[in-house]
């Protein structure tokens, strides 16, 4: 799909909101920065990759829309309390969130075959990195009184995919901060989501299938649509849970995942 930034639009799903995007550098986030600035977002942009950050943050102010950046990592609780600063202090608050930051590791095997700084990294950017960004989103939409949090999850947050058994582990627990959260905070107006998405073509799951190409056919063997997701197409589903029209949506798990929950 075209990933074209348009100008942002007076009448836009999200115009006059600021939304935190993690995970901002590529894949998913790089799409949903431009989707949500083309729908009037102001986007607060965190990703490790600073330089990223710069050019996709310029990109959308010469299309006329409003992006910050604030590099860091979503495991380290500072870096991501700087990013929501930054929403505060550059454009007045936060409306929403898409914490998209995941990593599914460095190795496709059994448990047993897998490196133990593998389980480390993929619960601490997974788990401790949604963790980390709803602890310190949620105060600041706490004092407006709305809020709207969107949490990327996993078809393998719900079933066993064949991913890595950490990342399934891990994304089953993403899918348990959002309906705990949801629980917590529905009474503050603040609704809270997850995305249950299929393998789309990230930065990582390419890297995957260029060295071995083999996985293509595997990542999509059980869906009923044979092909992976666009970003864009993820970030669409984003988009509707971030806005208005899901208004009655909270402590749910979209599925963007081409079927594979379906059969």
């Not at 505060?88 to 448990?111: H, I, K, M, P, Q």
């Not at 009474?187 to 990230?202: D, E, F, H, P």
Request: aromatic share 4%; hydrophobic share 45%.
């Amino acid at each position: 799909m075209n990933d074209r930034i348009t100008p942002a639009h007076s009448t836009g799903l999200l115009t006059g909101r600021t939304v935190m995007i993690t995970g901002a550098s590529s894949g998913i986030g790089e799409a949903a920065a431009r989707l949500f600035a083309s729908e009037g977002a102001a986007v607060v942009l965190m990703a490790r990759r600073e330089d990223r950050l710069k050019d996709l943050t310029h990109e959308i102010e010469q299309s006329g829309g409003r992006a910050a950046h604030s590099a860091g990592d979503v495991t380290r609780a500072d870096d991501v309390e700087r990013a929501v600063a930054t929403a505060v202090e550059r454009f007045g608050g936060l409306d929403g969130a898409f914490n998209n930051a995941g990593y599914a590791g460095s190795t496709f095997g059994r448990s047993h075959e897998l490196p133990e700084e593998d389980f480390d990294r993929i619960m601490d950017v997974n788990v401790r990195g949604t963790w980390n960004c709803l602890r310190r989103q949620i105060p600041v939409m706490l004092e407006a009184g709305r809020g709207a949090i969107v949490n990327t999850a996993s078809s393998a947050g719900l079933i066993a995919t064949g991913a890595p058994s950490p990342y399934v582990a891990a994304k089953h627990a993403v899918l348990g901060l959002t309906k705990a959260t949801a629980a917590e905070y529905g009474a503050n107006g603040i609704r809270v989501n997850s995305l249950v998405v299929g393998t789309t073509r990230t930065e990582m799951i390419n890297a995957a299938v260029a060295a071995e190409p083999a996985l293509e056919e595997v990542f999509v063997a059980r869906q009923i649509q044979k092909r992976m997701a666009g970003p864009r197409e993820v970030a669409e589903a984003a988009l509707w849970l971030l806005s208005d029209r899901s208004s009655f949506a909270t402590g749910s798990h979209v599925a963007v995942d081409g079927g594979i929950l379906a059969i």
